[in-house]
Structures are given as structure tokens and as C-alpha cells.
């Protein structure tokens, strides 16, 4: 059985615990050692044959697990955050398909979520932002066309962008163009959850020259809207005056 498993953000105990327990059990492991904490590996078995993928192609990781499935053994893949973000499963997946061996995915925190809690914000503030985008700057990988950063800023909903601290003068641009004000707040998360975590607030007009002043280039999530600007409206969930089905109203005898 091959197990993809959410690695987490970067902190080792940010791994869920089914995703621990199976990573101590496993005979084989295949971790993205460009930003997987290697720190995870530590509690591996002795016998554990560990490969990073950094190195490896798509053929050479299905080697590895097929090889792993021919002698009936465990394999965990172990992908940065969660698997479903950007982590290149799904081709991993239709080979195994393909092959017909066995496999599960075990979630885990995406950086995303990392990156948020050291804001310390919501990302879904009622009277300022119900939704959230999540993509990318177009670099080697393309984005298409619908997608394009300046037509998703025109929703003006909370953003974030993944893989694009090294392209943040067209990101900017886009921005901009597709209807962001200059001074909406945006935030660079370089290494959330790391020992080495930095936070740098700034503006969607300052975006680029922010992340060269700090000179973030790499592994940093860009988050975008007015939900960092901690103005909104309390929610009507906890609102003493909304009733739902677990609270009643109060001064209402509605059952
Ligand atoms: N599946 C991963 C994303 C993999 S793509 C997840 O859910 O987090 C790699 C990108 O993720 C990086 O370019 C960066 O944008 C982001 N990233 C990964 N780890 C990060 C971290 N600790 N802090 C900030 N961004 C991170």
C-alpha cells in the first residue's frame, strides 16, 4: 500500500497523527526533501529505506513503490503541506492506477494554513470577504488563461498565491490591473512554521519591492485582502441575538 501523506508546513509536530503513526511504521518513505523537514524522518524505523524525490523523476518514485509493493511493503510518499496543493499527486496517482497497486491519501496542514496562523487572521471575515482564492503566479508551470491573476483580482476576495515569491512584479501588476486598490493590506510568510518563520506586512502596491527588500525569493505564501486589515463585522454565529440549531436567541422561546 502507498500512503500519501501530508507532511505539514514545516513544524515536525504539525504532521496529523495518522500521518506520524504511518511514517513509524512504514518500510519505505519517499520525502520531497526540497521542503519537507527532514526532522520528520527521525522517528522512521531503523529499517526504514528512506529516498528523497528531490532528485528523482515521476519514473524513478514509481520505481521506488512499485518496487515497495512487489515485496509486499509500506510506502509513504510524504508531500510538503497537504498532498492536493500543488504536489504533483495526481500523476503519481493514475500510474498507480495504471499498475493497479493500492494507495490512500492521509491530509495534512497546508503552508497555507501555516502561513495564516502566524497572521493571525481569518481568511473568511463576514462584511469584508466570504471567499478565498488559491493559485499562482504563472512561471514555468502555465496557468490558464480564465485563470489569469488580473481576472481573479476582480472578486477582490482574500487571496493566496503559492510558488510565486520569485514573480512578484507581474503578480503585482495583475493586481492591480484586475482592480485591488494599492493600499488593500498583503502579507509575504517566508518558512511558516520553520525555526526561521518571517512575517513581512505590506501593501498590494509594495508587494515586489517588499519581497526584495527582505529578499524572499522562494518558499513564501502571499496572502492579499482586507481580512489582514482586521476591520469587519463580528459573525452572526455567536451573535447573542441568532438563534441556531444548537444556541436559541436570546429573549426568543423558539425551541
Ligand atoms: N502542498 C504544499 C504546497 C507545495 S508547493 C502545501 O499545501 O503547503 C510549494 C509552495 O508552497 C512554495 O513555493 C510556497 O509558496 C509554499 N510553501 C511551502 N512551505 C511553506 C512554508 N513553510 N511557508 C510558506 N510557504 C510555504
Given at each position: 500500500m502507498i500512503h500519501f501523506v501530508g507532511a505539514g508546513p514545516g513544524a515536525p509536530d504539525l504532521i496529523t497523527v495518522r500521518g506520524a503513526r504511518l511514517l513509524a511504521a512504514t518500510d519505505v518513505v519517499i520525502y520531497a526533501g526540497s521542503l519537507v523537514n527532514p526532522a520528520l524522518l527521525a522517528s522512521c524505523a531503523p529499517h526504514c529505506e528512506v529516498h528523497d524525490s528531490a532528485g528523482m523523476t515521476l519514473e524513478e518514485t514509481i520505481a521506488v513503490m512499485r518496487a515497495a509493493d512487489a515485496a509486499g511493503k509500506d510506502c509513504v510518499r510524504l508531500h510538503t503541506g497537504?498532498?492536493?496543493?500543488?504536489?504533483?499527486?495526481a500523476e503519481q496517482m493514475m500510474e498507480l492506477d495504471r499498475l493497479e497497486i493500492a494507495y490512500e491519501v492521509v491530509p495534512g496542514v497546508s503552508s497555507l494554513f501555516g502561513a495564516t496562523a502566524a497572521l493571525g487572521c481569518e481568511l473568511t471575515r463576514p462584511g469584508v470577504s466570504q471567499s478565498l482564492i488559491v493559485t499562482r503566479a504563472e512561471g514555468r508551470t502555465p496557468v490558464p488563461e480564465r485563470e489569469r491573476l488580473s481576472l481573479l483580482a476582480a472578486h477582490g476576495c482574500t487571496m493566496a498565491l503559492f510558488l510565486s515569491a520569485g514573480l512578484l512584479e507581474q503578480a503585482q501588476e495583475e493586481l492591480l490591473l484586475g482592480g485591488y486598490p494599492a493600499e488593500t493590506p498583503a502579507a509575504i510568510v517566508y518558512r511558516a512554521t520553520w525555526p526561521d518563520e518571517a512575517v513581512f506586512r505590506c501593501t498590494v502596491g509594495t508587494l515586489a519591492r517588499c519581497a526584495e527588500e527582505h529578499a524572499v525569493t522562494r518558499t513564501a505564501l502571499v496572502v492579499v485582502g482586507e481580512v489582514l486589515s482586521g476591520q469587519g463585522d463580528r459573525s452572526r454565529l455567536y451573535d447573542p441575538g441568532f438563534a441556531h440549531g444548537y444556541r436559541h436567541a436570546e429573549g426568543s422561546a423558539e425551541q
Open positions: 497537504d498532498p492536493a496543493l500543488y504536489g504533483a499527486i
